[in-house]
């Protein structure tokens, strides 16, 4: 479908689409190729609004691993989101916690919840989420429904992390911007 508004009018567009018709050289010339449409793009969920890009990378790939049916290359996936998601919740180096704690994950989590960094009704499910991810990466016996698991909870994680926060961020300079 065509917004004529953009296209200047439907004669034009009829023009430039026999044009590209007609055209005898290499339509590659003229755009870049990134891939073939395939099952991945179609069931890949997208990771929460203000998820640092890089987690954000992470978590599509773990989440294009899910649509393509990929379980133990999705848990690992999103176990990595998880881990690196959490350890930019601990202090500055230098301060505690130790660096046996900074470096596993299983150590971290437990750190974080004791110390309030994350809420304590994630922690049950945490624990289970660091185990499933480790068996996805070290033992290769994930099915869909442990890495469909892994999946909520690494967007729930990361919607409390980084998309609640800003969300309230952005509403409190709004408001702030209509007061003034």
């Known amino acids: 479908m065509v917004d004529t508004k953009t296209a200047g009018s439907e004669a034009a567009w009829r023009d430039v689409m026999s044009g590209l018709v007609k055209y005898t050289g290499y339509i590659n010339d003229h755009f870049k190729v990134r891939g073939h449409v395939s099952l991945k793009d179609e069931g890949a969920e997208e990771p929460p609004e203000h998820v640092p890009g890089d987690i954000a990378a992470v978590f599509t790939e773990g989440s294009t691993c899910v649509a393509v049916g990929c379980w133990n290359a999705a848990g690992a996936m999103f176990r990595l989101a998880v881990d690196m998601a959490t350890k930019s919740l601990l202090p500055p180096d230098g301060e505690p916690p130790i660096s046996k704690i900074r470096r596993s994950l299983g150590f971290r989590l437990e750190w974080l919840f004791q110390n309030g960094k994350l809420p304590t ?60």
Not at 149 to 161: S, Y
Not at 170 to 178: F, S, T, V
């Open 121 to 180: 009704d994630l922690q049950e499910l945490a624990e289970c989420i660091k185990e499933d991810g480790n068996d996805g990466a070290h033992d290769g016996s994930l099915t869909r429904n442990e890495a469909l698991d892994l999946q909520e909870f690494t967007f729930n994680l990361l919607e409390r992390l980084y998309t609640a926060p800003k969300r309230l961020e952005l509403a409190a300079a709004r408001r702030k911007e209509r007061r003034s």
